[in-house]
């Protein structure tokens, strides 16, 4: 305050300076202490909600998984029962086509049987196959 290079400009005590300063800094102190409760309160209620939240999707999670292996259970029990009923219809298709085959080879048999008969008689007299027409036409 006395020397040249200050004179004119307003001075204040260090100590009233020193008391305001301290009265900011409480008053800013004061309201990061609140802030900072209330950041507390909040992440004490998202752990709040994250436990309820964890805790309502457990049981419903076991629910979804039940109710696939319900389904897993129909399905597996469906598949063994179409596997089954394809199976069968393999079998009687299988047996059918046999029986059908089966017929086929006997008749070709009694086909190449007449052809044998009918060319051993064509190579008969006229006479003979005159004389046997009736039975080779039955």
Not at 105 to 132: H, K, M, P, T, Y
């Amino acid at each position: 305050e006395r020397s040249q290079e200050h004179r004119g400009h307003h001075t204040v005590l260090m100590e009233e300076v020193v008391h305001e300063v301290q009265e900011k800094f409480q008053e800013s102190l004061r309201k990061l202490r609140l802030e900072q409760q209330e950041a507390e309160r909040l992440a004490a209620v998202i752990i709040r909600k994250r436990t309820s939240w964890k805790n309502q999707m457990e049981p419903e999670r076991h629910r979804i998984q039940t109710e696939f292996n319900k389904l897993r259970s129909i399905l597996d029990k469906e598949e063994q029962r179409q596997l089954k009923k394809l199976e069968e219809e393999e079998r009687k298709g299988l047996s059918i086509l046999e029986e059908a085959e089966n017929e086929l080879v006997r008749q070709n048999q009694s086909l190449r049987e007449l052809i044998s008969d009918l060319e051993f008689r064509c190579q008969g007299s006229a006479v003979e196959l005159l004389q046997d027409v009736s039975d080779v036409m039955k």
